[in-house]
């Protein structure tokens, strides 16, 4: 039987130290800190955003993703529109610079995660830990005690 405690700090210790060397990566390549890649990505998806939208994505706090809004919006990344269905929120858009900076950090985000990932992992592994990993991650955004989006 398999021990539960013990996959789930292997899943803690691989997430932290792929992140640690993503996050360094793209800050010294591209001054890009992981974090706002993630919020750029989720928001080109999507053409825009509202900020609940990224604190749910995210799963951190409606505050803190709004301070994270207002950093890529001060570095000209993003910018905040109108909400023309709710006057209470605004939407979030990526700027030009955004839209370049995420095409330029794309390749790299892929390199490192094919260093990391796609190269140790035979595919037939790699196409078994995807499925088992969104089967899990849609399990617990089903479930409400782990969501984060508070104020």
Same mark, same amino acid.
């Given at each position: 039987?398999?021990?539960? #405690? $013990?996959?789930?700090?292997? &899943? ?48 951190? #706090?409606?505050?803190?993703? $709004? ?22 929120? $605004?939407?979030?858009? &990526? ?5 370049? &900076? ?12 094919? #260093?990391?990932?796609? $190269? ?32």
């Amino acid at each position: 039987m398999t021990d539960l #405690t $013990s996959l789930f700090t292997d &899943l803690v210790r691989v997430e932290t130290r792929l992140y640690n060397a993503l996050d360094a990566r793209l800050k010294a390549e591209h001054d890009l800190p992981l974090g706002q890649f993630e919020f750029l990505r989720f928001i080109a998806q999507r053409d825009m955003a509202r900020v609940y939208d990224l604190a749910h994505e995210t799963a951190i #706090t409606v505050g803190a993703t $709004s301070k994270a809004v207002d950093r890529l919006e001060a570095a000209g990344r993003c910018r905040r529109v109108a909400n023309p269905d709710d006057r209470r929120s $605004s939407l979030v858009m &990526l700027t030009p610079e955004g839209e370049r &900076l995420l095409a330029e950090a794309i390749p790299t985000v892929e390199a490192e995660l094919q #260093t990391w990932i796609g $190269s140790v992992l035979p595919a037939d592994v790699l196409e078994n830990l995807a499925v088992s990993l969104s089967m899990l991650r849609q399990r617990a955004e089903a479930d409400h005690r782990t969501d984060r989006v508070e104020t």
